[in-house]
């Protein structure tokens, strides 16, 4: 005698398990991760563990899930030295979720006494979504804990980024008086409902990136109810 499930049973494994073929990818997100000098071991442990829990979030598991969308990161620090770590995942099921969250967590530093190169961060990020013209949005995610001092300036990549349709948000990891929030809005930020989200320290930048992902992979028109 076959053993059957009850409905809600299969409607909870479907969710977790099943794909949604035929549905086009609606996001490429980049998680861009300042790996320069300021960051010490404890506090690239920060973010890697943040970075995972916030994927796991359940708003943000959804978006990701409901927009199939694909996503990547990038290490950063001084100029030449920025990396895609992690490739091009498509998130087609939670499963799918989970295991990003997992690479991400487990993703090891490559880098660990260099400058701050944002401007290259960019250029290395915009590169990488010359595969991801399939996908309706491209968004690129920076965190970082202080201004560019190496490079090109960030400033310089915004024509570049808008003419290809990139928009950049950012987490702004304030850690002393430089007020990076306002720098990031001035020099970073560039594309329709470009945003900056503060954290006041590493400690609070678990929360905070929780709050930036949730904000940047639902659609655009929830937040502009807030």
């Not at 995942?89 to 490559?110: E, F, H, K, M, S």
């Not at 960030?154 to 980024?161: D, G, I, M, S, Y």
């Not at 304030?174 to 900056?196: C, H, Q, R, S, W």
């Amino acid at each position: 005698m076959r053993a059957t499930l009850p409905p809600m049973r299969w409607l909870f494994l479907c969710l977790m398990l099943c794909a949604r073929p035929g549905l086009a990818c609606e996001l490429a997100l980049m998680l861009a991760v300042d790996v320069s000098g300021s960051v010490d071991k404890h506090e690239f442990r920060i973010q890697m563990d943040g970075l995972a829990a916030g994927l796991r979030d359940g708003i943000v598991a959804d978006a990701l899930v409901s927009q199939q969308a694909e996503v990547a990161m990038v290490q950063w620090t001084g100029a030449s030295r920025q990396r895609q770590t992690v490739p091009w995942t498509p998130i087609r099921t939670y499963g799918d979720v989970l295991a990003l969250a997992d690479t991400i967590q487990n993703d090891p530093r490559i880098w660990h006494n260099y400058s701050t190169a944002i401007g290259e961060a960019l250029a290395v990020s915009r590169a990488a979504f010359a595969s991801q013209g399939h996908c309706t949005r491209h968004v690129i995610d920076v965190s970082g804990d202080g201004i560019s001092n190496e490079g090109v300036e960030p400033a310089l990549q915004r024509a570049a980024l808008n003419r290809e349709n990139i928009t950049v948000n950012a987490l702004a990891i304030e850690t002393d008086k430089t007020d990076l929030t306002a720098y990031f809005f001035e020099n970073l930020i560039t594309g329709p409902g470009a945003f900056v989200v503060t954290a006041d320290g590493f400690e609070d930048y678990p929360e905070q990136i929780r709050r930036k992902l949730q904000r940047e992979t639902t659609k655009q028109a929830v937040w502009m109810l807030e």
